[in-house]
Nanobody, 118 residues
Framework: QVQLVESGGGLVQPGGSLRLSCTAS????????MAWYRRAPGKERELVAG???????NYADSAKGRFTISRDNAKNTVYLQMNSLKPEDTAVYYC????????????WGQGTQVTVSS
C-alpha cells in the first residue's frame, strides 16, 4: 500500500547538476527515515545519503561536499541535490523509506537513471 515515486534523473555532463525527488504515498505517515541508494553498473547497491524525520543526515564519503539531501515532511518528499557530478556517479538511483508506525517496514521506489557523460 506504500508507493515511492522518483523523478529528476537524466543525462548530464561532468560537472553538471541534477535534483532528484521522491514522493511517498499510500498507507504512510511521515517516514522516520528516507534515503537515496544507487546501483552502478557491475556494483552492488550502496547508500548515497539518508535523512531522518528530524533532519539528521548522513552521506557516503563519495557524496560529501557535492550532494545534499533534504525533505519536506508535509509532502512526504525527499530530495537529492547533486552538484559537480562525475562519470562515476552514473547509476540507477533508488528512493528508500522506513516507516515505524501503522505498517512498519522498508519500502523502495523503482529507480531513476542518472547518467553522467560527455
Amino acid at each position: 500500500q506504500v508507493q515511492l515515486v522518483e523523478s529528476g534523473g537524466g543525462l548530464v555532463q561532468p560537472g553538471g547538476s541534477l535534483r532528484l525527488s521522491c514522493t511517498a504515498s499510500g498507507t504512510i505517515f511521515s517516514p522516520y527515515t528516507m534515503a537515496w541508494y544507487r546501483r552502478a553498473p557491475g556494483k552492488e547497491r550502496e547508500l548515497v545519503a539518508g535523512i531522518t524525520r528530524g533532519g539528521n543526515t548522513n552521506y557516503a564519503d563519495s557524496a560529501k561536499g557535492r550532494f545534499t539531501i533534504s525533505r519536506d515532511n508535509a509532502k512526504n518528499t525527499v530530495y537529492l541535490q547533486m552538484n559537480s557530478l562525475k562519470p562515476e556517479d552514473t547509476a540507477v538511483y533508488y528512493c528508500y523509506a522506513q516507516q515505524l508506525v501503522v505498517e512498519p517496514g522498508i519500502y523502495w521506489g523503482q529507480g531513476t537513471q542518472v547518467t553522467v557523460s560527455s
